[in-house]
């Protein structure tokens, strides 16, 4: 789905890598956040539907 959706040009904000969600993308959406900027539509469900990779669990919280 997120392969149909353009990113403009003129768009300003934040720039997924090769859509991988990194420490420095979600450092510069941060930064946007807070000068009322918008994420792009493709970069918001990209996020909304990143997964870590299995082979590094995160611990969970009933463990904790």
Known sequence: ?????EVPAE????HLDNG???EEFMRDMLT?????KKL???YAYQVSTHRE??????PC???V
Not at 1 to 5: F, K, T, V, Y
Not at 53 to 58: G, H, I, L, R, T
């Open 1 to 5: 789905m997120s392969s149909l959706l």
């Open 11 to 14: 768009y300003d904000g934040p």
């Open 20 to 22: 991988q969600v990194t």
């Open 32 to 36: 946007a956040f807070k000068d009322q």
């Open 40 to 42: 792009h539509q493709k």
């Open 53 to 58: 990779p299995a082979e590094n669990p995160s």
């Open 61 to 63: 919280a009933i463990g």
